[in-house]
Nanobody, 120 residues
Framework: QVQLVQSGGGLVQAGGSLRLSCAAS????????MGWYRQAPGKQRELVAT???????NYADSVKGRFTISRDNAKNTVSLQMNSLEPEDTAVYYC??????????????WGQGTQVTVSS
């Protein structure tokens, strides 16, 4: 079993910054891609950013230049630094990890979700 525990988030004014963190624990042999997704009210969950185990990153066009994803492979953590936040960034943010277990099965896990609210 693998758990992803998120921290960070909250309420911020437009133009402000927030940092989200996510720590994975449990039956982990290796974590491949980690990422952040978000879901705004009435909308589908969408990709925000991903990072591979070798550090290659991918961002949604809407957050490029404002958000930075990073990870610490030794600690099995992934973070999302969010700068120049806009009201449109308001959503519940979820971390995601593709985990290879000691039994050589790969499963996808999700964090519990964290509310980010940006006021105008």
């Amino acid at each position: 079993q693998v758990q992803l525990v998120q921290s960070g988030g909250g309420l911020v004014q437009a133009g402000g910054s927030l940092r989200l963190s996510c720590a994975a624990s449990g039956s982990i042999f290796r974590i491949n891609t980690m990422g952040w997704y978000r879901q705004a009210p009435g909308k589908q969950r969408e990709l925000v950013a991903t990072i591979t185990s070798t550090g290659s990153t991918n961002y949604a066009d809407s957050v490029k230049g404002r958000f930075t994803i990073s990870r610490d492979n030794a600690k099995n953590t992934v973070s999302l630094q969010m700068n120049s936040l806009e009201p449109e960034d308001t959503a519940v943010y979820y971390c995601n990890a593709q985990v290879l277990t000691p039994y050589y099965t790969q499963n996808t896990y999700w964090g519990q979700g964290t509310q980010v609210t940006v006021s105008s």
